[in-house]
């Protein structure tokens, strides 16, 4: 069975540039989120979807990050305008309702 | 509020000893799940286990084995005989039960930095 699907792998962008990450859940996966791993830290979520409703937004900074999942397959994640603080690992990770979360390989993002 | 902590920020073994990681959680549900992830430097990470808070019963799989404490909020995780492939960052994390409306957002901990060497 595939695992979640990522790309890209790495991006390096400027600051107050735009950037988009994408992410292909396991099959049947009704349930995607995405999380922000900052170096150190562990990884905190910035969006959960159930098919294609939101479920929890509540800590993704809306100014500037936006997120949509439709066909409630694939999801995109967008940041614009970057800051450097935006720095980190982005990882996709889907599950079945209730059940635990597999995450995928995550896109390390570079902010200079 | 939901809160895990993992105080052992890096430990560094030789192989074959046994390690433990610790980890304490925080929450106000009577009800809620336990997990260990283990993340490699390749950086996916992967699910070990996943524990019912209502399930205090240790779990061994292999080399590894969890000791879930309910009394002290804690689910220490034992690597036997470790293996350089075991070198990671572990990560323990909470969930509520969905039942009571928590979704599945799980809180994780800070991670343990696993170093195994020969």
């Known amino acids: 069975e595939a695992g979640v699907a990522q790309s890209p792998r790495y991006k390096i962008i400027e600051k107050r540039q735009s950037v988009a990450f994408w992410c292909n859940p396991i099959s049947g996966h009704a349930t995607l989120y995405w999380y922000q791993q900052i170096l150190g830290q562990g990884p905190k979520l910035l969006i959960q979807?159930?098919?294609?409703?939101?479920?929890?937004d509540s800590q993704l900074p809306k100014d500037r990050f936006s997120a949509e999942r439709l066909k409630g397959v694939d999801s995109t994640l967008k940041i614009q305008p970057a800051k450097l603080e935006d720095s980190a690992v982005y990882l996709c990770?889907?599950?079945?309702?209730?059940?635990?979360?597999?995450f995928g390989p995550g896109t390390r993002l570079t902010v200079t | 509020a939901q809160k895990v902590t993992q105080a052992q920020t890096e430990i560094s073994v030789v192989e074959k000893e046994d390690v433990t990681l610790d980890c304490v959680y925080e929450t106000r549900d009577t009800t809620y799940y336990l997990f260990w992830y283990k993340q490699p430097p390749s950086g996916e990470l992967v699910f070990l286990i996943r524990r019912n808070s209502f399930d205090e019963q240790n779990e061994i799989s292999g080399r590894y084995s969890w000791n879930f404490q309910k009394s002290t909020s804690s689910f220490n995780f034992t690597i036997t005989a470790s293996q350089v492939v075991d070198s990671a960052v572990y990560f323990c994390a909470l969930r509520p039960d969905i039942l009571t409306g928590g979704g599945n957002k799980l809180t994780f901990g800070t991670g343990t930095q696993l170093k195994v060497e020969l």
């Open positions: 979807f159930q098919n294609n409703g939101v479920v929890d």
């Open positions: 990770a889907s599950s079945l309702v209730d059940r635990e979360q597999y």
